[in-house]
């Protein structure tokens, strides 16, 4: 007996101190996935697909939690600044690469304070006119510009967005004079498009692939780097005359940095594993969306390019945040 008992003594010493008293994660607790922007928009549709197929998954209780404000700057500073335990994760838009430039007062730093779970999809951009305005290719929109500068007005969602800063690209790259109107968001914008009083916009290629095919729109080109399923006839904007253009949106999956290794090599299985099912890739597909691997070092490649090229556009525009 007394063999018996100096025997779990030394079982319990090797083990790390309160490795006994941690619970499997993730545990009963429910896990918060915050997004930066209103429900409805696709980063929320993105977050609460993955949130279901993560729970089922790692058999946890994933809950998207809805915290808008300065373009997703308030859900990203508010994950960075929680417990780092892996249950309050960000589902994060391609404006996460902009609010070092938009926001230089911030001490938020996406790439120190966010540790990367993966990249879970990227969402290809189309440019659209209305129809009253006569162009059908880049370089007929490029073409008119130039004969009438400052008379096209264009938007693209909310200001220091990928959707406007492509526009702001666009204009360094060919000399052009175009009117940026700002607006709280796709679904403030899109009134004033169908009826023309806007002349050009770049958005979300699910959500205005609708209103091409019934005419409302024209598509003249998409942003990404090689042409969409969805619009499989419209060229990309690179080749219509803007070498080496390419904007696009992307949703990733954020723990806080110091989350501990176990629970990131946990969370960032589950990830793969998701990300693997061909139910979750047609889904994301069926909502305009490029479906990814999951892996984390894609997604630190991603969002460090991202922030180089943005946070170059904004400077060089003179963009702020409003």
Known sequence: MHRRFTLLLALAAALPLGAAAQPAYPGNAPIRMLVGNPAGGTTDVVARLIAVKLGEQMRGAFIVDNKPGASGLIAAE?????????????????QLATFKALYPAS??????????????????????????LPVKTVPELLAYAKAHPGQISYAGSSP??????????????????????PYKGTGALMPDLLAGRLQAGIDNVAILTPYIKAGQLRGIAVTSA???????????????????????????????????????????????????????REKLVGIGSDPQSGAAEEA???????????????????????
């Open 78 to 94: 508010s994950v960075a600044k929680g417990t780092p335990d892996g249950y309050t994760l960000l589902m994060a838009s391609s």
């Open 107 to 132: 001490t938020f730093d996406a790439e120190r304070d966010l540790e990367p779970i993966g990249i879970v999809a990227t969402s290809p951009y189309v440019m659209v006119v209305h129809p009253s």
């Open 160 to 181: 220091g967005t990928a959707q406007h800063l492509g526009w702001e690209l666009i204009k360094r790259s060919t000399g052009t004079d175009m009117q940026y109107v």
């Open 226 to 280: 090689k042409p969409s399923p969805l619009l499989p006839d419209l060229p990309t904007v690179a080749a219509g005359g803007v070498p080496d253009f390419a904007a696009m949106g992307w949703f990733i999956l954020y723990a806080p940095a110091r989350t501990p290794p176990a629970v990131l090599a946990a969370l960032r299985q589950g990830l793969q594993t998701v990300m693997a099912a061909p139910e979750t």
């Open 300 to 322: 630190r490649a991603l969002l460090k390019r991202e922030t180089t090229v943005w946070g170059k556009v904004i400077k060089d525009a003179g963009i702020t945040a409003q």
